[in-house]
């Protein structure tokens, strides 16, 4: 009797991640009218990896939610990793929103990284391993 596939939870997932709160300024980026690309806020991680980062922060106008999953607003990161002297910088696309406190536009975002030069990947891979071996 051989398992059955259900049975089997198979992880897509590209790059490990872990649980880690890491400081965030971003800006919002697209030829929207009402987006303001030289505003940056403040957020935090809940958890990164190679790939991408789950976003804890604000999304200023909830209308750029659509725009954000349809990829017409694109976020520009800086990642202050623990220990790091310089932030880990990319763009990123949207994968998923959640809202976390509508009253507050405070959103959990999982963000894939679109553009990172390959260095700063490394950085981040270097990061979580070092974290995994502690």
Same mark, same amino acid.
């Given at each position: 009797?051989?398992?059955?596939?259900? *049975?089997?939870?198979?992880?897509?997932?590209?790059?490990?991640?872990?649980?880690?709160?890491? /400081?965030?300024?971003? +800006?919002?980026?697209?030829?929207?009218? !009402?987006?303001? !690309?030289?505003? !940056?806020?403040?957020?935090?991680?809940? @958890? $990164?990896?190679?790939?991408? &980062?789950?976003? $804890?922060?604000? %999304?200023? @106008?909830?209308?750029?939610?659509? &725009?954000?999953?349809?990829?017409?607003? /694109?976020?520009?990161? !800086?990642?202050? &990793?623990?220990?790091?002297? *310089?932030?880990?910088?990319?763009?990123? =696309?949207?994968?998923? %929103?959640?809202?976390?406190?509508?009253?507050? *536009?405070?959103? &959990?975002?999982?963000? +894939?990284?679109?553009?990172? /030069?390959? *260095?700063?990947?490394?950085? $981040?891979?270097q990061f979580i %391993? =070092?974290?995994?071996?502690?």
């Amino acid at each position: 009797m051989s398992p059955s596939p259900k *049975h089997f939870h198979q992880e897509r997932r590209e790059f490990i991640r872990v649980k880690q709160e890491c /400081a965030v300024e971003y +800006r919002f980026l697209g030829a929207v009218e !009402s987006v303001d !690309s030289d505003r !940056s806020y403040e957020g935090v991680t809940d @958890n $990164i990896s190679g790939g991408g &980062l789950k976003l $804890i922060g604000t %999304i200023p @106008n909830p209308d750029w939610v659509p &725009l954000l999953l349809l990829g017409k607003v /694109a976020l520009a990161v !800086s990642v202050r &990793l623990p220990g790091e002297a *310089h932030p880990v910088r990319a763009m990123t =696309r949207t994968a998923w %929103i959640e809202g976390v406190d509508p009253g507050t *536009h405070r959103f &959990l975002v999982g963000l +894939r990284f679109r553009e990172i /030069a390959p *260095h700063e990947r490394e950085r $981040i891979i270097q990061f979580i %391993i =070092r974290k995994q071996l502690k």
